[in-house]
C-alpha cells in the first residue's frame, strides 16, 4: 500500500503557475504508474495528466496539454504537475494517484491510491 500526500496548491491569477507535488510513502515508488485528477463541486473527477513507471511515457487531457507537464522523480518518490498559463476553469481541488496495475491512465478506476487533495483556484 502506498500513501499520498499533495501539496502546492493555492491561489493565482489567470496567466500564472503553479506546481503541484505528491509525495509517496509506504511503497517502492517507481512500481507505480501515477496520476492527476481534478475535481469541481457536483462535477465527476476528471483525469488531467498520466506518467509511466519510469517518466518516459506521459498522458494529458486536452484541456491542459501545452499549459501542464507531469514528472516524477522516483528518487525523491514524488510526482510533480507544473501548471502553466493558468485559466479560472482550472479552479478544482486537484488529486494525486497511483496504481501497480498496468490500466487505463485516463479513468477512475485505473488507480487504487488516492490523496486527499490540494485546492487551486485561478482568479480572473
Known amino acids: 500500500q502506498v500513501q499520498l500526500v499533495e501539496s502546492g496548491g493555492g491561489l493565482v491569477q489567470a496567466g500564472g503557475s503553479l506546481r503541484l507535488s505528491c509525495a509517496a510513502s509506504?511503497?517502492?515508488?517507481?512500481?507505480?504508474?501515477m496520476g492527476w485528477f481534478r475535481q469541481t463541486p457536483g462535477k465527476e473527477r476528471e483525469f488531467v495528466a498520466g506518467i509511466n513507471r519510469s517518466g518516459g511515457s506521459l498522458y494529458y487531457a486536452d484541456s491542459v496539454k501545452g499549459r501542464f507537464t507531469i514528472s516524477r522523480d522516483n528518487a525523491k518518490n514524488t510526482v510533480y504537475l507544473q501548471m502553466n498559463s493558468l485559466k479560472p476553469e482550472d479552479t478544482a481541488v486537484y488529486y494525486c494517484a497511483a496504481t501497480e496495475r498496468l490500466s487505463n491512465f485516463r479513468v477512475l478506476s485505473g488507480y487504487d491510491y488516492w490523496g486527499q487533495g490540494t485546492q487551486v483556484t485561478v482568479s480572473s
Open positions: 509506504g511503497r517502492t515508488f517507481s512500481n507505480y504508474r
